[in-house]
């Protein structure tokens, strides 16, 4: 049943693009392409929810029509995986019904029809693939599509050299995954996941390392941990809403999936070390990142760095759940994977909600500086309370669902103290601290955004003149906010699979007593909070509307409220070291330092680490390049001799060697 | 049996709640020379503001509204986990202390809206030091109800406490000692008392709390201060619980159950004695020293943690 | 006398956890007063100490000594430190060259250093092992404040605390010094201390300041 079901979604992303083509010139089948994406979607997120129970080994092979083994398979952990894809995917694309009507006309909206199927395409063969030429497929195959989404949105120079810093940093990483996966070529029998994990077991324990460091690295750029996020807050800001949605939500979740793949699957259990670089990776990346996004008031670009931070808060699990299986603690281990992957779940479900209500800013506001925004939630009632969920969420506020994938991954810190060796026993709960602050930080983060943007006075006309968004917007923006609230109030719903995927990543684990009492307790307590809150909304009162006191200030306006950038003052001067601007200040005319005809300021915040690490590297690689031009001489004697010297030199190695 | 008790000690503490900080006001006044108001005057306050209207300003949204409502919400199912007359409460599970300080969170979430709602720029200003302040104040929090749940090798609440109450009498470890401070300079800023936040200035500029519920009035501001009251007596109730909970009836017994309500009186009257002398003799700290202030707090929470590693 | 016994051995297990407070709450003082204070709030700690370790091991020695202790060390030297406080009217506040976080930071990571390396003699002199390191987390909380502070008399301050160590370390290991030396090293200390006083005052009437970092315009 599964088998079929997940056929027919391949079948429907591969046809979706003939479709749309042969449909473009009838206005009455405008509606076919989204329509046939969601069925296919729901019908794929079906097929993983029964693979959840049932686990199906081969669901799609077609190596005999590819010229190397090309096999699909739903494990549990690629079937949860998928359900995350389809889960997402499914409002993202009823979101798109009138999005796309309302934005792209003619040859742009064929485009993003065509190229959307085919996008979520490559991400379902990524984490359902069992072989590796599969896997780097739909890997190579998800940057090139998500370029070409990007670049329906328009080709302007600016918007083409962040494309390139995106499209180099992926090639980059591919480069290493394609590396790890070759390092096992001399030990395998083929390179399908199975004789791969055989293959594993058996290799001497430096390639194992370097096997570790590849993926680490190669996963590491798609994720977007410090400090190879670069492309991040370039490529997500310039992507159409939902696009981005499904890049930031869905995309960056499939590089976790490659890395729990061979960290866990493949890899096993390994050095202590693997699991301390991964909680400095995961902490370094949470802090940074969430500490950008305060320093950002474009609605893209914060949401962009907050998706860094998250990933961050992903590897923290990750890193937990490797020290605790280097120290032979099974169970421990299997709870801060749980962690990790629930909270990869919660993370695409409230970050795509969030990018589809920038999405919905944009549509009515046509601006996506939330400074230009203020007092939109009485214009847009139902796009207010369902941003309002996702901020919830993902400050870990608890009744909604980020709070339940953090909860889980506290537990485990706590868990390191039991361990007998004294370093995890001291790091493991000092991470705790570090979650706490990246928690706080994030907190403040989003009651800033959606307190400057929804919540006040307008501070534009266009704020002031701000309709609701159409029905489709909306309810797809509904269900992944139902989904955050369902997952916080009752998360035994997706922490019963959870537990069966991780008992089959790490054997022999058997959860800690107690571990998931949350999921049993939870509900009681948002019944009495509810009924609480019942009770004190029924005290009567009688309300009158004034004017705003502000201590008896007369005429106040929107300049006179707090902006985002004020707001977030004070906490980007305690932690002044993180950011450092690049300032720089110029007067005209300079000659006349106290009459300035004009004054301009510009301030780039988040240089650092380009300025740092990628110049360097860039200029010596540009330095080496160069010199190697000088081999370029354009004397056809100098080519000839190039040619001899080699045949030379090939003799001389078959002769000694 | 047990809920009933756990329920009577909810209750108790919500009840009780503004006398604390009645008392507290009163200390201080007498410290600082003068007469003072009643012990019983925020009682009265409140009563006074119940039947008051609700003033809201025109451009606000229903956020405005529903602020106070969940945090007095999310402050009473917080002081639910706080184990006050025994050694447990009304909610209880594993984790529960990480739980209890993101409810607090959640309160302070809507709190810091509603304040952003009201469209003044005093709200934006009391908004954004309290973000500041709570920020910095999670990780220090966390870390010390950490290292004490290391240190007696369980994970809930009332775990911790019966495991002090198995130490014997005048027992300090360091990372009890340490924990302590921590969490007593973070109660501190939590509750947004002097030297963090004076909570009976008038003048706006050295306001934090005031200047977020400066738009609220009637029922809404008696909500929010009822909250306000609840969480500082529950963070009284707590620290006394995790570090001095000598004279809690471990087992059911009458003498136990008559005894206890009179020792937890005579312990937060000893607390907000210690709490009304500190107010009074320090001097509230400029904004930007209170991140040195909270700094020195994770000092000592990172340090206790370390402790609870050495000292095995 | 049971109560009284057990008093004792709590008072010796508990007081290396007050040590270390008063190590880091002096690291982030803003005041010589407060310094000082908390100085003479580690001597009282230190006194009942060996008031239970005397109690413990039946010495009357260590009655007198603990007097000693506390009438020059509770007393005397805070008493004489003050006055030059006040004397100087411009060493009310302490002039650090780090700011309190970074002090209170670095002191933090002094003392998981100080257990690291007492480690070994736990086990080789079978000692109460937090004592030790709070002795050794004293000396080098000591030296840090010499380093950081710009005020000659902060100096001071470090050096007593310093000293303190020193004297932690003496008790822990010997359970109770002799008389002969304890009055000895006292002596030492209190005419140290008084001399340094004095001198203060002349560095102040000749060079209208204490502020050791403007030592270094004497280069030649």
Known sequence: MAHILFNSLLVILLALPAVTLLASPFKALRHLSPALLMIGLVAGAVAAARSLCHPCLIASDLSSITPLPFALALDRLSAYFLLLICVVGAPVALFSFSYVERHYTGRRRDWLWALLPLFLLSMVVVVTASTAFAFLFGWELMTLFSAGLILIDGDDSQRRQKLFTYLLMMHAGAAAVVGAFFMFAPHAAGLDFASIRVAAGLMPAGVRTAVFLLAFIGFGTKAGIVPLHVWLPKAHPIAPSPVSALMSGVMLKTAIYGFVRFGFDFLGTGPAWWGYLVLAAGALSGVLGVLYALAEHDIKRLLAYSSVENIGVIYLGLGAALVFTANHAPGWAALALMGALLHSLNHALFKSLLFLGAGALADATHTLDIEELGGLFNRMRTTGTLLLIACCSIAGLPLFNGFVGEWLTFQSFLGGATLAASAPAIVLPLMAGVLALIGGLAAACFVNLYGVAFLGRPRSVEAGDAVEVPLAMRAGMALLAAACVVIGIAPAIILRPLSAIVQDLIPGASLPEGALSIARFVPWLAAMVIAIMLGVALVRRVTRLTATWACGSPALNSRMQYTSTAFTSPIRKVFAQAYRPDRTLSVEPAEQPYFPASISYHSIRTVHFEQALYRPAVNTIVAAANRLRKLQTGNIQVYLLYMFLALVLLLLFMRLA | MTYALDVLQLLLLLAAAPLVRGVVSCLKARLQNRHGASVWRPYSELRKLFSKEDLVPPTASPVFRLAPVVLFAATVAAAAFVPALHGSALLGATGDFILLAYLLALGRFFLILGATDGGSPFGGMGASREALVSTLAEAPLLLGLTAVAIAAHTATIAGMVRWTLAQQFFHLSAVHALAFAALALVAIAETGRVPVDNPATHLELTMIHEAMVLEYSGPSLAWIEWAGAIKLSAMMALLIALFMPWGMPVSFSVAGLVVAPVVFALKMAAVAAGLALLESGMAKLRMYLVPDFLGMACALSILAVVFTAMMR | ?220
Not at chain 3, 158 to 174: Q, R, S
């Open chain 3, 1 to 220: 006398m049971g109560l009284i016994s057990l008093a004792a051995a709590k008072t010796l297990a508990s007081s290396a956890a007050f040590l270390f407070i008063t190590v880091l709450l002096m690291a982030a003082a803003k005041r010589t007063a407060t310094c000082i204070a908390l100085f003479s709030a580690q001597c009282a700690i230190i006194t009942a100490q060996i008031l239970a370790t005397a109690y413990l091991h039946h010495s009357g020695e260590g009655f007198l000594v603990a007097i000693l202790v506390f009438a020059v060390k509770v007393v005397i030297i805070p008493y004489a430190l003050l006055r030059v406080v006040k004397g100087l009217k411009t060493a009310g506040e302490v002039e650090t060259s780090t700011t309190p976080v970074q002090s209170v930071y670095i002191t933090a990571a002094l003392i998981p250093l100080a257990f690291v390396v007492v480690r070994p003699y736990v086990r080789a002199l079978a000692v109460d092992g937090q004592l030790l390191a709070a002795a050794v987390a004293l000396v080098l909380s000591g030296a840090f404040l010499m380093v950081s502070r710009k005020k000659a008399l902060m100096q001071v301050i470090g050096l007593v605390v310093l000293e303190n160590g020193i004297f932690v370390a003496a008790i822990t290991t010997t359970s109770g010094m002799p008389l002969v030396i304890e009055i000895g090293i006292f002596f030492d200390l209190l005419i140290g201390v008084l001399l340094m006083g004095v001198f203060v005052f002349r560095i102040r009437d000749t060079f209208d300041h204490v502020d050791v970092s403007k030592l270094r315009q004497l280069r030649g």
